[in-house]
């Protein structure tokens, strides 16, 4: 009867969470008077009267389900998809606690593999989890000790995802989508991702519960739940706070963004070293510091070795990327984009390996890039088509290539990538790590975008320098122009009459017009404008150049006069003539 389910929860044993008390009388409340339940509502009854229970309602509300649930089961579906077919926590997630705890760390990606193959043993390893018999005495508040099981307590912090797929607001962000869990091999990647990720955290917290108990730490219920918010935040889950508001923030910001608790993980795991706790900052600590000293320590090793390139300028978009060759691979996670982007709005400048700099940014942007950075797919997608380019500036083509790069996992794609520029050994070395989470891109940087970014002259928009000047550009137009005119009336217009009648048969303005008229070959205005960095630049890269842009440099190829002086010049103050 009623009676019977209120005093089970009055007497239901919450441990160290004694907030769900009320919540699950609030949710019985709800059942009785036939209100629908929440997802955190059905999840805390779960919790009280077992998973039977939870599974009846669970199944009685995707009947009743809204139409908000099915447009979110759509909007994450292609996040879901992008987020399979790999076992990527270790190297994604868990990464910042693998310095301090490599046995954990590694000894749990064979658990991760077992569990991607078979759902039996994902369950069996959850199931050992939640039974761990281990005896921890918990300091009462009223200075008693009640004795539990660390299963409980694991199940207590809030550290374990349920393998169900149908527990939303407990779920890992990446599979959200339950249309997607259909897809053949998505749920394996679900079951293999949290696996990994319950087994990882049960572990620290059986680790540093033990280390408490052989160094006299009191272990009470504020510090269990500060460890378990410690030991998400480590692995890669922030949190928006609790309640029902809060889920609903968070729901939003799911649905519009790629993966907003990992994102606020790292900043929140950081600020756990001003927790007021000691015992709580000393773990934050000791992982923090081992996760920074420990990368740093491994590019500093690295960039001793020929062939390898590191790059310590934090405002540059390779900062603390190990890079060999066209491969580069970035271990920091989102962390290294956070320190980036805090970089640039400070100096108010931004070095782009793929179009040289430094160029000035302003902090609004920086913010923007940011922002633009975390969007999740399909929202990418919408604000690339508006603005005609990508996050890293090419342009948008709805093309097959596109369509790889918006809806293929992110294993393959990286896979994909390294086999374009390198080869099958190329793709054969990326898989493995691109498997386990390690982010890997693969591209050449290429001069004549770096020239283009610069611009050839100053204070002018690049992209209007390219128009003007590039092959069938404006000023080519113009001298067609010129030389048709000759044949018929063996009299060559100027220069500037071509391109005053050019542009007004284009329709261009007058901006355009006066800027084409400023720039023209030779004029002494274009004179003045060329940028003494774009000249440092092909003077420094004149190798390179021979090879991919000889025009530019090479006398016998139409490089302009100017040019090779500029070089003749710089060659022969560097022989000291």
Known sequence: DVNALFRRINDYDYGTQPF????????????????????????????????????????A???GKTGWDEVFDLIVLPKTVLSSFDLSYPFRQGIMVAPRHPKEFFGNIGNMGRAFASEGVANSIDDAIKADPTRVLVQQADGSTAETSLGALNQEMGILRPLATGQRSAAEEGFLSRIGLKIPGVKQSARAFITYGNKLRADL???????????????????????GNLLNRLTGRGTLGRGEAANRVTQLLQATWWSPQYRLSGPQAYAQLFHKDPAIRKIAAQNLAAFVGGGVGILSLLAAVKGVTVDADPRSTDFGKIRVGPFRTNFWGSQQLLARSIAQAATGQKIDVGLGGPKPISRGQVGIDYFRSGLAP?????????????????????????????????????????????????AAATA????????????????????????????????LEDELQGRGGFYDRVEAYQKTV????????TTAMGILTVARREGKDNEFIQNALLLRQGSKTEVALRN?????????????????????????????DYIIRYINAREKKASGE
Do not use: C
């Open 61 to 63: 509300a995707k009947k």
């Open 532 to 560: 003494p960095e774009w000249l440092k630049f092909i003077f420094d890269h004149r190798k390179e150049l021979m090879e991919t842009q000889p025009d530019l440099v090479d006398p016998l190829q139409g490089a302009p």
């Open 378 to 426: 399909e929202w990418a997608l919408i604000w690339d088509i508006a603005k005609g380019e990508n996050y890293i500036g090419q342009d948008v083509k709805l093309d097959a290539d596109e369509a790889l790069d918006r809806l293929a996992p992110i294993a393959l794609q990286d896979t994909i990538e390294a086999y374009q520029e390198g080869g099958p050994l190329a």
């Open 20 to 59: 769900m008390q009320p919540r699950a009388s609030v949710a019985i409340e709800k059942l009785i008077t036939e209100t629908p339940l929440q997802t955190n509502e059905i999840d805390v009854l779960r919790r009280v009267f077992g998973e039977e229970f939870g599974d009846v309602l669970e199944k």
């Open 205 to 227: 917290a059986k680790y540093w519960i033990g280390h408490w108990e052989r160094t006299s730490v009191d272990i009470t219920p504020e510090r269990i739940e500060a460890l």
């Open 432 to 463: 493995p790590s691109a498997t386990l989470g390690l982010s890997t891109t693969t591209y050449q940087t290429d001069l004549s975008n770096q020239l283009q970014a610069i611009g050839q002259y100053r204070n002018i928009d690049p992209k």
């Open 486 to 493: 000759l044949d018929e009336t063996n009299v060559k217009p």
